[in-house]
Antibody
Framework: EVQLVESGGGLLQPGGSLRLSCAAS????????MSWVRQAPGKGLEWVSVIYSGGSTYYADSVKGRFTISRDSSKNTVYLQMNSLRAEDTAVYYCARGVGYNFLCHWGQGTLVTVSS | DIVMTQSPDSLAVSLGERATINCKSS????????????LAWYQQKPGQPPKLLLYRASTRESGVPDRFSGSGSGTDFTLTISSLQAEDVAVYYC?????????FGPGTKVDIQ
């Protein structure tokens, strides 16, 4: 059974850093496309980043230069390093899997990041 | 960037009636080499992560009831729920995965009338 479990969310001040983790089971993260998608409270979905099986990475303009997606195949885990956090980064962050294409067939339950002074 | 729009913002439909949601992309998401539209639909219920319903505009994900169907090509797409059930109350999003950033529509909230 495919499972994605996010962790690492929390409350922090503007300008701070945080690393989110997405532990996967039932498949190999390095074989598929892994994305992060966020949802601000009461708002819609915003695609954040993707890491392809070949290692290429892409980002939304809103996070480019501040966020970094990576993976650790030995731990079958995907990460999102978030630096220079802003209030507008406050959201539930979901990890999601794409198989061969970038539609997202499996999602984690999400982890909440709150940026506030 | 490809901008996705949806209409209506919300709709209320009687149980057993048809619900129709429209999605429009600012540029074509039809990949000419394979004639596939890179358009997906998701359902999100309160307090839950999104769930994939359809991809390639009209292909149902495994386990999705056949009352959900998708149509359209190029820039204009439609999600239809043929006979609304109580468990279909949710927000529905379209997403293009043709090019990064893989943008979502703003969502359409579906309620029971």
């Amino acid at each position: 059974e495919v499972q994605l479990v996010e962790s690492g969310g929390g409350l922090l001040q503007p300008g701070g850093s945080l690393r989110l983790s997405c532990a996967a089971s039932g498949f190999t993260v390095s074989s598929d496309y892994m994305s992060w998608v966020r949802q601000a409270p009461g708002k819609g979905l915003e695609w954040v980043s993707v890491i392809y099986s070949g290692g290429s990475t892409y980002y939304a303009d809103s996070v480019k230069g501040r966020f970094t997606i990576s993976r650790d195949s030995s731990k079958n885990t995907v990460y999102l390093q978030m630096n220079s956090l802003r209030a507008e980064d406050t959201a539930v962050y979901y990890c999601a899997r794409g198989v061969g294409y970038n539609f997202l067939c499996h999602w984690g339950q999400g982890t909440l990041v709150t940026v506030s002074s | 960037d490809i901008v996705m729009t949806q209409s209506p913002d919300s709709l209320a439909v009687s149980l057993g009636e048809r619900a129709t949601i429209n999605c429009k992309s600012s540029q074509s998401v039809l990949y000419s080499s394979n004639n596939n539209n890179y358009l997906a639909w998701y359902q999100q219920k309160p307090g839950q992560p999104p769930k994939l319903l359809l991809y390639r505009a009209s292909t149902r994900e495994s386990g999705v009831p056949d009352r959900f169907s998708g149509s359209g090509s190029g820039t204009d797409f439609t999600l239809t729920i043929s006979s609304l059930q109580a468990e279909d109350v949710a927000v529905y999003y379209c997403q293009q995965y043709y090019s990064t950033p893989f943008t979502f529509g703003p969502g359409t909230k579906v309620d029971i009338q």
